[in-house]
C-alpha cells in the first residue's frame, strides 16, 4: 500500500513580532505544496527520500543517510528531524513501532524561506503515515500532532505553523487561541529574497529594543495588534471584494513600515517590497521573522506585472493564492 498525502505553505498576513507580546496574529495558508508518498518497507526501519528539495543558495535530492555532516545541506537535515520525529509520532500512536516505513518527500516550498516548510512536512507526514497506518484522524488532530512534532525538534512553538498547514484558509490567532475567519480569493505574489533570516536573533534584537525603549516600542506594537484587528474586521465584513482589497493592501503598507521601524527589514527585502508596489501592487510586506525570507503582494489584476518587477529586484517570484484546503490525501495505492 501507498498513500500520497500534501500539505500547504503557509504566510504571515499580519501580526509578526507584535505576536511575541500577547497581541493578535493573522495566518493563511497558501497554495505551495509539499508532497510525502508514505509505503511500509520489510527492514522494520524509517527510511526517508527527498527530491528537488529547494535550499537557500541550492536545490538537493537525498535520502537519509547522505547527508549527516554536510554543512551545505543543513536546511535540508532539518526537514529530516521534522519528518523523523512526524513517523515516530504516528506509529507510537498507531501502536506500530515496529513497522518499517519509507517515505519519499518533494516540495514546492522552499526550506528556511518563513513560509512553514517544516509545519508543512511534518503535517503531510503525519497525513500519509496516519492514513497507511489505518488511524483516522481529522485535519485539526493532524495539526496538534504537528504541533507536537514542533515541540519536539524545536523546543518550543506557538502552534501557528501546524495548524495553518492541517486546515487551511485563513486563521487569528491570539494567545494560544486559534479562529478560523471565513475564506476569500486573495491572489497574491510571494518574493523570496534567496536567503534566511534567524528568528530566535531577530526576536532578541526586538527585545532588547523594547527593554531600551519600552515607552517608543510599546506604541509600535499596540498598532501592530490594532492592524490585525482591522483586518480581521474586512476579513468577516461583506463589502464588495475591491474595497476589501483596497483596505488590506493598505493595511499591509502600514504593517511593513511598522516592522521596518522595528529593523527586521533588510535592504533586498524593502527593494522587493517596492518594486511590487511600484508594479501595481495594492500593498507588500515582510512575511515571518524578517532579515532575509520572504515578502508577499496583493496583486488581484497584475500578479505576473509584479513577479516581472520582483524578478528585476533580484527576487524570486511564486504565484499564488490562499488555499482554502489544508492537508489532503491526494492518492491510496493498494
Known amino acids: 500500500m501507498r498513500v500520497l498525502a500534501s500539505a500547504p505553505a503557509k504566510i504571515i498576513l499580519f501580526g509578526e513580532h507584535s505576536v511575541v507580546y500577547g497581541k493578535p496574529a493573522i495566518a493563511a495558508a497558501i497554495d505551495l505544496r509539499t508532497y510525502v508518498w508514505a509505503e511500509f518497507n520489510d527492514k522494520g526501519a524509517i527510511r526517508i527520500e527527498a527530491k528537488d528539495i529547494r535550499v537557500p543558495g541550492l536545490t538537493v535530492s537525498f535520502s537519509e543517510d547522505e547527508i549527516y555532516f554536510e554543512s551545505d545541506y543543513g536546511k535540508a537535515a532539518e526537514v529530516l528531524s521534522y519528518v523523523r520525529q512526524a513517523i515516530e509520532l504516528v506509529r507510537e500512536e498507531a501502536d506500530a513501532n515496529g513497522r518499517g516505513i519509507t517515505v519519499s518527500i518533494t516540495s514546492q516550498i522552499p526550506v528556511g524561506a518563513g513560509l512553514g516548510s517544516s509545519a508543512a512536512v511534518a503535517v503531510a507526514t503525519i497525513g500519509a503515515v496516519s492514513r497507511l497506518l489505518g488511524l483516522e484522524l481529522s485535519n485539526e ?54 536567503s534566511s533570516g534567524s528568528t530566535k536573533e531577530l526576536v532578541a534584537m526586538v527585545r532588547r529594543t523594547y527593554e531600551e525603549m519600552p515607552e517608543v516600542i510599546e506604541p509600535v506594537l499596540v498598532a501592530m495588534g490594532k492592524i490585525v484587528e482591522k483586518a480581521r474586521d474586512v476579513l468577516l465584513s461583506e463589502l464588495d471584494e475591491d474595497v476589501r482589497f483596497a483596505q488590506l493592501g493598505r493595511l499591509m503598507n502600514i504593517n511593513h513600515g511598522l516592522l521596518d521601524a522595528l529593523g527586521v527589514s533588510t535592504k533586498k527585502l524593502s527593494e522587493l517590497v517596492y518594486a511590487a508596489r511600484t508594479a501595481g501592487a495594492l500593498g507588500a510586506k515582510i512575511t515571518g521573522a524578517g532579515g532575509g525570507g520572504c515578502m508577499y503582494a496583493l496583486a488581484p489584476e497584475n500578479q505576473s506585472e509584479v513577479a516581472t518587477a520582483i524578478t528585476i529586484a533580484g527576487g524570486t517570484p511564486m504565484i499564488t493564492r490562499i488555499s482554502g484546503e489544508g492537508l489532503r490525501i491526494e492518492e491510496v495505492l493498494p
Open 141 to 194: 488532530e493532524v495539526g496538534k500532532l504537528g504541533h507536537q512534532v514542533e515541540l519536539l525538534v524545536q523546543g518550543a512553538s506557538s502552534g501557528i505553523d501546524p495548524t495553518v498547514s492541517a486546515i487551511g484558509g485563513f486563521i487569528h490567532y491570539e494567545k494560544g487561541k486559534f479562529e478560523r475567519l471565513p475564506f476569500m480569493e486573495l491572489p497574491i505574489v510571494v518574493g523570496y529574497t534567496g
